[in-house]
């Protein structure tokens, strides 16, 4: 009874605050993020009546910008009304790039610089070299809200170059690819949560046969000029709880690629849906379905690959193609530690696919050699106060033919 009265008590005594107007707006800890770009995602402002609903819902929109490790409110009571006080906790944005990934007999490498945060605009800028069979570049700027509008842009300068294995009627032979790309995108936000991005590219492919011996039907090289038009359609209704995912995101991606060298134009088509749920304090289950299908050409340069990397773990480097792909993978993440700056998953996982062959049919996806099944386990070694800070270390193993297995190293959630 007694606490009963108590909760009464309290609840009447902050009934007056909370039906009162909201005569400021603070924000404590911003050092190097800007209060103009945190301004756009408060959607109550200075005068209207206190709805503690909304002050919520503003903490979670900052957290899900990923560039706080904590962000806390208080609601006090001031003259004429109430103030309301975000705190922030800011997460290192400006970073060094120094990951690698590797299977076996395969490894890759990557040194650069990343800010994600550049100017206080939650901006972002990404360089870095990769050496990944052979020597690559890349620089990625994206500018998120221009001006404090709802307009953005990203711009991409790429030299692409690996080993790639190509598939010629049984056979496989290695080229050396070059790819040269200078790309661009419009962003709309038609929410604080959906985007839909326009752009192209425009890009050249050289294939240098790396393989000695004559082999039928591959040629010694190829080289093509193209441009690349796409639209990007984002979903998202992901909450974030530190490293913690709980909702569901879509992005569906739709792409045509035109030829300068008189080639059929090209089509790729493909939709990510990933899920997340909580489990009690520390358990987290992932899942991503991506389906994806492209022009049914008969090529040995078919877009959807099948890559340790990419999507099934332990499968090996590039392992086939097809012009049609069917992927499910799923997560069960474990925090076995969780302390205020580091922390420690165990992961259990499943990933399995099916892909249509270059020229084949919609039948392929059900044919037993065309399906792949792994399973695994792994760990996630985790700096809280560092963005994006995740050591991804998995290993995977053929369910249908267990002398198939390997580890896959990386950094970042697997997806």
Not at 83 to 94: A, G, I
Not at 229 to 255: C, E, S
Not at 358 to 379: C, H, M, R, Y
């Amino acid at each position: 009874m007694r606490k009963t009265l108590i909760i009464i008590c309290c609840l009447g005594l902050a009934i007056p605050c909370f039906s009162q107007e909201v005569v400021s707006i603070r924000y404590e800890g911003l050092e190097k993020t800007k209060r103009s770009y945190i301004d756009q995602f408060v959607t109550f402002k200075v005068g209207e009546k206190l709805d503690s609903s909304r002050v919520l819902m503003v903490r979670q929109q900052l957290v899900n910008l990923e560039m706080f490790s904590d962000v806390r409110y208080e609601i006090g009571a001031v003259d004429r009304g109430v103030e309301v006080t975000y705190h922030f906790q800011e997460l290192y944005t400006l970073l060094p790039i120094f990951s690698f990934g590797g299977i076996e007999e395969n490894f890759w490498i990557q040194a650069g610089a990343s800010e994600a945060n550049l100017g206080g605009q939650g901006n972002k800028l990404t360089t870095y070299y990769q050496y990944y069979d052979r020597s690559s570049f890349a620089a990625h700027l994206t500018f998120d809200r221009i001006r404090q509008t709802r307009w953005g842009l990203n711009v991409n300068l790429i030299k692409w170059s690996t080993l790639e294995p190509l598939f010629f009627a049984n056979q496989t032979v290695e080229y050396e690819y070059d790819n040269y790309t200078l790309g661009f995108d419009v962003i709309r936000h038609s929410s604080f949560r959906d985007r839909i991005e326009i752009g192209g590219a425009f890009f050249t492919e050289d294939y240098r046969k790396f393989t000695s011996g004559v082999f039928e039907g591959a040629p010694e090289k190829v080289s093509k000029r193209k441009i690349l038009a796409k639209a990007t359609f984002v979903w998202d209704r992901v909450n974030y709880f530190y490293f913690y995912l709980d909702g569901i995101h879509n992005q569906l991606n739709i792409q045509s690629v035109q030829s300068l060298d008189n080639d059929p134009e090209f089509y790729i088509v493909f939709n990510d849906l990933k899920g997340f749920w909580r489990i009690a304090e520390k358990g987290n289950i992932a899942t991503r379905l991506r389906l994806g299908l492209s022009t049914n050409e008969v090529s040995p340069f078919a877009p959807f690959v099948l890559d340790s990397y990419l999507n099934i773990r332990g499968v090996g480097n590039r392992v086939d193609r097809g012009t049609g792909a069917i992927i499910l993978n799923a997560e069960y993440r474990h925090s076995f530690v969780d302390k205020q700056k580091v922390a420690v998953q165990g992961v259990l996982f499943s990933d399995s696919g099916s892909w249509r062959n270059p020229g084949g049919n919609f039948s392929d996806f059900t044919q037993k050699e065309n399906l792949v099944i792994f399973a695994g386990g792994g760990f996630r070694f985790i700096h809280k106060k560092i963005y994006n800070a995740i050591l991804r270390v998995d290993y995977g193993v053929n369910l249908q033919e267990l002398t198939i297995n390997g580890f896959v190293l990386g950094i970042g959630q697997y997806f």
